[in-house]
T-cell receptor, first 110, second 114 residues
């Protein structure tokens, strides 16, 4: 069966510091991968998606970036965090008709 | 564009009460419809889905029927438990350029009291 991992689970970072969140998937090959952000009390916003290694599409302009160095690894990065980057970051993998989510990373920028 | 509207929460029910969470959608084409559940501090779990009109998705006592004529996908459960307390998200998904573009509702918080 498929499993999706995210780490770290929680992170507290100062404004202006770099960020690296990692997501890995087990039990499937060549999945579509997604990064979402969930701000407090709000719905989910799609940040990036990837249909293959090295293929990244961005949904919204921001100071975040994503990379997919391996088939089942998806990384979310930032060179300098902003206060507005605080939130709950969710990675998901998908088949053609369904997405499955990881446990999430709670990021607090102070 | 596509959109999902679900009832505002929070919804507070007593244990064993009947649950309905309304969800309506606007979409071009033929979307798949989903309900996801999020427990405190956790990611989203797929609760149920339906991929075409008149399909009924069901799981753990929850049900929802894809109604194309009313563009709705209401979530129901006959008898809720305290453990059902969570936030429920209605969503629709369409294939777009090789990936599935999912539009989520804003979520409905359910609190079940003993």
């Amino acid at each position: 069966s498929q499993t999706i991992h995210q780490w770290p689970a929680t992170l507290v970072q100062p404004v202006g510091s770099p960020l690296s969140l990692e997501c890995t998937v087990e039990g499937t090959s060549n999945p579509n991968l997604y990064w979402y952000r969930q701000a407090a009390g709000r719905g989910l916003q799609l940040l990036f998606y990837s249909v293959g290694i090295g293929q990244i599409s961005s949904e919204v302009p921001q100071n975040l970036s994503a990379s997919r160095p391996q088939d089942r690894q998806f990384i979310l990065s930032s060179k300098k965090l902003l206060l507005s980057d605080s939130g709950f970051y969710l990675c998901a993998w998908g088949t053609e008709d369904t997405q499955y989510f990881g446990p999430g990373t709670r990021l607090t920028v102070l | 564009g596509n959109s999902v509207t679900q009832m505002e929460g929070p919804v507070t029910l007593s244990e064993e009460a009947f649950l309905t969470i309304n969800c309506t959608y606007t979409a071009t084409g033929y979307p798949s419809l989903f309900w996801y559940v999020q427990y405190p501090g956790e990611g989203l779990q797929l609760l149920l889905k339906a991929t075409k009109a008149d399909d009924k998705g069901s799981n753990k006592g929850f049900e929802a029927t894809y109604r194309k004529e009313t563009t709705s996908f209401h979530l129901e459960k006959g008898s809720v438990q305290v453990s059902d307390s969570a936030v429920y998200f209605c969503a629709l998904g369409v294939l777009s350029g090789g990936y599935q573009k999912v539009t989520f509702g804003t979520g409905t918080k359910l609190q079940v009291i003993p």
